[in-house]
């Protein structure tokens, strides 16, 4: 598998009155590595693209003291119209995985209202990060 990871930075504002990253947090952790991985390989494909599904599963807390954590994407499956994910984020303070998801988006029509295939060239460019596995 080829994986893509990004480095995110624990903001004050990330927390919850516990003093932890709220859970709603870890999906917009999620969220901006998958903009970024997307985003930079695709042309304006990406532009149509929506998640259609996120399952995540807690793990561990999370606190300002672990300052930053990093967000590990994998390209796991490609469809017709779709491509789906496997994500974790880890504490980079001390390699604590403390969460692991899985993520499936989807290719528009223009009015983001049904699915359409990828283009070729972003289908390509998609199953080449499936790596030798896939």
Excluded at 11 to 18: A, L, S, V, Y
Excluded at 46 to 67: A, C, N, S
Aim: aromatic share 6%; proline share 1%; charged share 30%.
């Amino acid at each position: 598998m080829v994986s893509f990871t990004k480095r995110i930075e624990i903001r004050w504002r990330d927390m919850d009155g516990f003093g932890h990253v709220n859970n709603a947090v870890y999906l917009t952790y999620l969220e901006e590595a998958r903009d970024e991985f997307y985003g930079g390989l695709l042309d304006e494909a990406v532009h149509r693209m929506v998640t259609r599904k996120v399952e995540i599963e807690f793990l561990t807390g999370l606190t300002q003291d672990d300052d930053e954590v990093d967000v590990v994407l994998e390209v796991v499956a490609v469809g017709t119209s779709s491509v789906t994910s496997r994500e974790s984020i880890v504490a980079v303070s001390d390699g604590r995985v403390a969460a692991t998801a899985g993520g499936v988006m989807v290719h528009c029509d223009e009015t983001r209202s049904r699915s359409q295939p990828f283009p070729d060239e972003e289908r390509r460019i998609l199953e080449a990060q499936l790596g030798e596995e896939g």
